[in-house]
């Protein structure tokens, strides 16, 4: 088994088809299928099921897909650390982000670390949803809030202010909550997947947990501000969502001297990438951006 035959597939998996992982490689489609081919010829197993619309993964293609995916990571890491005169961080980063964080933080940052780092490439998916970092084959995430028990790494990167606001004309016409009890008889709009939804405050120097309800759900933040401004109900958001709505009055914040510190914005990564010198760097430099 040849490395380049690993890296290939590893490409193949990630793009979907042997014609877009072609032209990430710069190489033709008939040679990428063929190495392919070759790869589960000496592995003795079906790893990809194909169509004509896209590949599939086999049960077996997976679990070679994420060990590929490490083992390449490893050697990158090894080669990036035993190099001689090629300072400083190199090769591909896979990155997951929520939509707005990256849309206003990230995207001028990782402009600035590409402009300084020539030689790191990113593969950059912006989505609201929780990835599975290592099943996913992804190098890092970002996650904002308390994060789940897990065997990933996590550095602290900056702290996120919540918000808890509504339009003008709700406030007008179903009154501000004096407190987060008074939630129960407002229509609240939540963020997030099924399930119900506590909002956290603090009473009396304790953090209490307040159940809410509201005719929407949604695991994008803009699509809820933007309700929120319709004056469709409550909303509570970091502030790098709404704070633009808010100091044009679009928005009013509500219920601030209930509100609890702030939320903590992470990076995350997989045990077997904590040796690589590019995400250390880029942490880093994400960690210096932000608190600017």
């Not at 194909?50 to 990158?76: C, D, H, P, S």
Request: proline share 4%; aromatic share 6%.
């Amino acid at each position: 088994m040849q490395l380049d035959d690993m890296r290939i597939f590893v490409a193949t998996v990630d793009a979907h088809n042997f014609t877009a992982a072609a032209k990430r490689l710069a190489l033709s489609k008939q040679f990428v299928s063929r190495r392919v081919m070759a790869l589960e010829e000496g592995l003795g197993v079906q790893l990809l099921i194909r169509n004509t619309r896209k590949l599939a993964v086999t049960e077996l293609g997976q679990e070679f897909y994420e060990r590929a995916r490490r083992i390449l990571g490893e050697v990158e890491d090894a080669e990036q650390a035993m190099s001689v005169g090629r300072a400083g961080p190199r090769g591909l980063l896979r990155v997951s982000a929520p939509m707005s964080f990256g849309m206003t933080h990230l995207s001028p940052l990782v402009a600035s670390f590409l402009r300084e780092h020539g030689e790191v490439r990113f593969d950059m998916e912006l989505s609201d949803r929780t990835v599975d970092v290592v099943g996913e084959g992804f190098d890092m995430a970002i996650r904002i809030g308390t994060l789940p028990d897990s065997t990933l790494i996590a550095q602290k990167l900056v702290d996120a202010r919540m918000v808890v606001c509504c339009s003008p004309g709700y406030v007008r016409r179903r009154g501000a909550p004096v407190g987060p009890a008074d939630l129960a008889r407002h229509s609240c709009l939540l963020y997030g997947h099924g399930g119900v939804v506590s909002w956290d405050f603090v009473v009396d120097g304790v953090l209490k947990g307040f159940e809410v309800q509201g005719p929407l759900r949604a695991n994008n933040g803009e699509l809820i501000r933007d309700a929120a401004i319709a004056g469709l109900g409550i909303v509570r958001l970091p502030d790098f969502i709404v704070s633009h709505a808010v100091g044009s009055g679009l928005l009013v914040s509500v219920l601030d001297e209930f509100l609890p510190s702030a939320a903590t914005v992470y990076a995350v990564y997989p045990q077997h990438r904590q040796s690589s010198g590019s995400i250390r760097a880029f942490v880093e430099f994400l960690r210096e951006g932000l608190r600017g």
